[in-house]
Each structure stands twice: as structure tokens, then as C-alpha cells.
């Protein structure tokens, strides 16, 4: 019986750090699954408690800085970016008129839907923008300050 109640507290841990995401609440959830095996093996609840907080304690102590340096993004460890991160900062050329519907343009030779960051703003096809977050497969985009106003990008030359 002292398993099955090790069991259903793992079971309510793990659920809840499904809605916090803060990789601490699975820590205690794999030290009441431990709880459990040892209750499994008939060991006394003075022993089933001790193996629940040596193992919560030895998780978040040990395996929590691990999975929390893996989980920061590159430009916040200050390691290269790739992948979609890569695109943040980069500029981009506005091929259909990007609003708050729709919107086309092109970054490093790829086409990627589009949306300006600010929903009030809106871009011309051939006027340069930067691409401020990705979401999925839609680019946010702001004012690329990297053109001089009144210069035409080189597309509407």
C-alpha cells in the first residue's frame, strides 16, 4: 500500500511540473518513484522517506544545473546560435507587404511568412526589416535601422 501511495504523489509532481516547466518539481517526483521502489522492496517508511529525500535532494542538487544549461538558448550562454535562433537579429527583405495578416520575406536566400513585431507597423515589398523573434514559421520583423532614410534598398533600384 505504501507504494501505491509513493506512486500517485509521484504521479501528482510530475503533473504539476508540467504546468510550472521549472525542473523542480520532477526532482521530488523521481525521489517519491524511488520512495516507491523501496516500498516495493518492503522497507519501512522511516527508510521509504529517507530514500525519497536523499534522491529529491541528490537530483536537484545534481542533474537540476544540468538540465537548466542545457535548456538557456545560445545568446544567453553566449555560444552561437543555430537553427531558428540563428535568424533572430538578421536582416530581411520584405518581398510581399508585411501586416498584421500576412506578409513575405526573405532571410539568408529562404522564404519565411512574416508579421510585423509591433501589430500597428506594416513594410513595403523592398524595404529592408530585422527579424526580431521567430514563432513557429512566421518571422517577427521591425524597422531595419540599418538603411540610411530615404535610401532605397537595392531591390527598388
Known sequence: MDAVV???????????????????LIMFAAGAFA????????????????????????SVALVRPVIARHARSALETGERAFGVEALEGATALVLERVDDGHGLVKIDGELWSARPFDATQS?????????IKV?????????????????LPEAKR
Open 135 to 151: 514563432r513557429g514559421a512566421t518571422a517577427l520583423v521591425w524597422q531595419d535601422d540599418i538603411s540610411p532614410p530615404g535610401e
Open 35 to 58: 520512495a516507491a521502489g523501496a516500498a516495493a522492496l518492503g522497507a519501512p517508511v522511516p527508510v521509504q522517506a529517507l530514500v525519497f529525500a536523499a534522491v529529491s535532494v541528490l
Open 6 to 24: 509513493w506512486v500517485v504523489l509521484g504521479v501528482l509532481l510530475g503533473v504539476a511540473e508540467i504546468f510550472t516547466t521549472t525542473f523542480f
Open 123 to 131: 513594410f513595403e515589398p523592398g524595404e529592408r526589416v530585422q527579424v
